[in-house]
């Protein structure tokens, strides 16, 4: 699908926060600048997440409860070994009775468990600045 503003790409976040059920896992990929926190926004309001939702750079995971179901937001971006996760319960989370959304998903991809979403996001500055390209797929198997 496409999205043409940060509008459209929190509709389309919200639609599956909407849709969201306990232990399902988001991978967001994207470069840079793509706006998987802006889908991470929409996604927390389907949830029904009242709190702001911001990107977790820094701390790795952020937790919100507020919604029907927890949220748990990873940013693994500046971690260097996928084995940091385990300080932080990923397995925990992951096993958990929440929804999981992972940006940088890439970085920690043998930790995954077979079944994860993905939603991949990606943008052509040449053609819009605003447009975006939001491809959602299941994968099985790693």
């Given at each position: ?26 991978a ?81 991809a ?33």
């Open positions: 699908m496409e999205s043409h503003s940060r509008e459209e790409t929190l509709a389309i976040g919200r639609k599956l926060g909407e849709a969201a059920q306990a232990g399902e896992i988001y967001l990929a994207g470069d840079l600048g793509t706006g998987k926190t802006v889908f991470s926004k929409g996604f927390a309001e389907g949830l029904g997440v009242t709190e702001t939702v911001s990107s977790p750079t820094f701390t790795i995971l952020q937790i919100y409860e507020d919604g029907r179901l927890p949220l748990y937001h990873f940013d693994v971006y500046r971690i260097e070994e996928p084995e940091e996760m385990e300080e932080v319960g990923l397995d925990e989370y992951l096993e958990g009775d929440g929804v999981c959304l992972i940006e940088w998903p890439e970085r920690i043998e930790m995954l468990p077979a079944q994860v979403r993905t939603v991949r996001i990606e943008k052509d500055p040449e053609r819009d600045p605003s447009w975006r390209r939001i491809t959602i797929s299941d994968t099985e198997g790693n």
